[in-house]
T-cell receptor, first 113, second 114 residues
Framework: EDKVVQSPLSLVVHEGDTVTLNCSYE??????LLWYKQEKKAPTFLFML????IEKKSGRLSSILDKKELFSILNITATQTGDSAVYLC?????????????FGKGTLLTVNP | ETGVTQTPRHLVMGMTNKKSLKCEQH?????MYWYKQSAKKPLELMFV???????ENNSVPSRFSPECPNSSHLFLHLHTLQPEDSALYLC?????????????FGDGTRLSIL
């Protein structure tokens, strides 16, 4: 059974800090890893990673995948209160069930002013 | 605005009631999904539809009955639910189920069973 473990489960920081969120996974026939940000409503898509060692970047957020060690990190620099959310990691397998995303429990990030 | 609209936003119902959740996507996608999000648990996939055909029923109890009349609309019909069914129900869509495209989520329906 596919498995996604995120750490830490929660994190409290001050504005301006840099944070690193972790996601480790076990999946049959790995295809891609996705990061989502969930505030009170819909999870919104951040990144999709398929290749090891290639950093994806969007503003203050960046993410990288290590397919050998089976993990990904999401970095947020110069955090702002608007970054407060639950960050979800999900993996997709290839093959016949390649529509299925397996999610982790998420990391709750709180950024205090 | 994610392009995926869910109604109602909140629903409170008794265990003997029948109600339906609605999802509509405006993204031209061909695949739609229902997920359940309970407190302190990962998002759980319930159903997947591809071009209006169900391709996954992830061991969901029969008191949940999905319907996909066309590629833009998805319903989840509810009857005789249990208190443990209280959760956030999220709808998502993607370009197609087999491609490597991200799923886009609606805001969800917060369901409370009395």
């Amino acid at each position: 059974e596919d498995k996604v473990v995120q750490s830490p489960l929660s994190l409290v920081v001050h504005e301006g800090d840099t944070v690193t969120l972790n996601c480790s996974y076990e999946v049959t026939n790995f295809r891609s890893l996705l990061w989502y940000k969930q505030e009170k409503k819909a999870p919104t898509f951040l990144f999709m990673l398929t290749s090891s060692g290639i950093e994806k970047k969007s503003g203050r957020l960046s993410s990288i995948l290590d397919k050998k060690e089976l993990f990904s990190i999401l970095n947020i620099t110069a955090t702002q209160t608007g970054d407060s959310a639950v960050y979800l990691c999900a993996v997709r397998r290839g093959g016949g069930s390649n529509y299925k995303l397996t999610f982790g429990k998420g990391t709750l990030l709180t950024v205090n002013p | 605005e994610t392009g995926v609209t869910q109604t109602p936003r909140h629903l409170v119902m008794g265990m003997t009631n029948k109600k339906s959740l609605k999802c509509e996507q405006h993204l031209g996608h061909n695949a739609m999904y229902w997920y359940k999000q309970s407190a302190k648990k990962p998002l759980e996939l319930m159903f997947v539809y591809s071009l209006e055909e169900r391709v996954e029923n992830n061991s969901v109890p029969s008191r949940f009955s999905p319907e996909c009349p066309n590629s833009s609309h998805l319903f989840l019909h509810l009857h005789t639910l249990q208190p443990e069914d209280s959760a956030l129900y999220l709808c998502a869509s993607s370009q197609d189920p087999g491609g490597n495209q991200p799923q886009h989520f609606g805001d969800g329906t917060r369901l409370s069973i009395l």
